[in-house]
């Protein structure tokens, strides 16, 4: 038994409504183990700037600081997406909590539940058996860069940085997950084109002998966006940096069947943040019918990986794969076979899977 502080930080659009569902699971699977969860919220995005004018508050940011682990939604509102010149926007809180936090590693599995092969586009007999672990790097790159406009305005620019540490750091534990897993790594990078990916590359073979077990194959980035539609199996463990990860792991929802069935770990030096991949979805927001699997797959990964919880985390994620047998779909994953009965709205959904547990 253990006591564990959770914050819940549900951010904008449908992380108000998913992570709700998420820490249902989370009370559910302390009761059945004898734990004890305590819980707190915080502010960050749209919600935050509308509330205080920051997209993260210093509030926000220390309640982070002194939780065990943080359960998050997502950001965004199309305000700012249609405003290119707005100053203040949500997403910069997003990145000043990973940076705020030392989270420089983002694991995201695509593990494809059979019961979903036909929700996604490709071919089932492309897709059976898929299962990829990524590690995209989250406190570097062009995203953190210096970043501005020059000549009045009409030209801009964002500068891209990588030091050997950073990309040392999140190989190393891509190398050590792939020890675990099938003993197979692939490097992403542009190394033909960009330096920064030159040193990434340069540095990914520099440590690659200290893993013999290991299998590193390095391959550039529009490649991999190819083949991950070509042969999904292929790949085991994938390594690559900020701006290619948060590409090449959208475009892999799809071996999913929806961004709605994916979970993410961000993790490094302090708290772990754990959030489904997904965004903040403002055309679905408040009508229920958001997937809540990927925020509960989420809560998954955070008993696992922040708290050692490794039988309770493969119970959430059985009983997600029971309720997947059992044929129940939200929308974003049913298909012309399903019964309308069976197509599940968000709480309905999360129901089923605390029944399951």
């Known amino acids: 038994m253990a006591t564990k502080h959770i914050l819940i930080v549900p951010g904008d659009g449908i992380g108000q409504e998913v992570t709700a569902v998420g820490k249902k699971v989370l009370d559910k699977i302390a009761a059945k183990f004898g734990h004890t969860f305590t819980y707190d919220e915080a502010l960050i995005g749209h919600v935050a700037i509308e509330a205080t004018g920051n997209p993260l508050p210093d509030e926000s940011l220390e309640k982070m600081r002194k939780s065990d682990a943080v359960l998050f939604g997502a950001v965004g509102h199309p305000k700012y ?6 100053k203040v926007r949500p997403e910069q809180g997003l990145l000043k909590m990973r940076k705020e936090l030392g989270l420089y590693a983002n694991l995201r599995p695509i593990k494809l539940f059979d019961e979903l092969l036909g929700a996604s586009s490709i071919k089932p007999e492309i897709l059976k058996g898929a299962d990829i672990l990524f590690f995209r790097e989250l406190t570097g790159d062009i995203y953190f860069g210096e970043k501005g406009r020059k000549n009045d305005g009409d030209t801009a620019y964002d500068i891209a940085e990588y030091s050997r540490y950073e990309v040392e750091r999140i190989a190393r534990k891509a190398f050590e997950a792939a020890r675990t897993r099938r003993k197979k790594l692939c490097s992403v990078d542009k190394a033909n084109v ?16 200290e893993y013999p077990d290991v299998e590193v194959e390095h391959q550039f980035v529009d490649a991999t966006a190819m083949l991950l539609i070509k042969d999904p199996r292929r790949f085991d463990v994938v390594v690559t940096a900020n701006l290619f990860g948060d590409i090449l792991t959208d475009e892999a929802s799809q071996i999913a069947g929806s961004m709605g069935m994916l979970a993410s770990a961000s993790v490094g030096d302090g708290t772990g943040v754990y959030e489904p991949i997904h965004g903040s979805a403002h055309d679905i927001t408040g009508k229920g019918v958001a997937n809540p699997l990927a925020s509960i797959l989420s809560a998954a990964l955070l008993l696992d990986i922040s708290f050692g919880m490794k039988a309770e985390s493969e119970l959430v994620i059985s009983a997600v794969d029971q309720v997947l047998k059992a044929g129940f779909r939200t929308r974003d994953i049913a298909d012309q076979q399903t019964p309308a009965d069976k197509i599940l709205g968000t709480d309905a959904m999360g129901a089923e899977v605390l029944k399951f547990l």
């Open 194 to 209: 960009i330096e920064t990916s030159r040193l990434w590359r340069e540095v990914v073979q520099k440590i690659a002998p």
């Open 81 to 86: 997406d249609n405003d290119p010149s707005a």
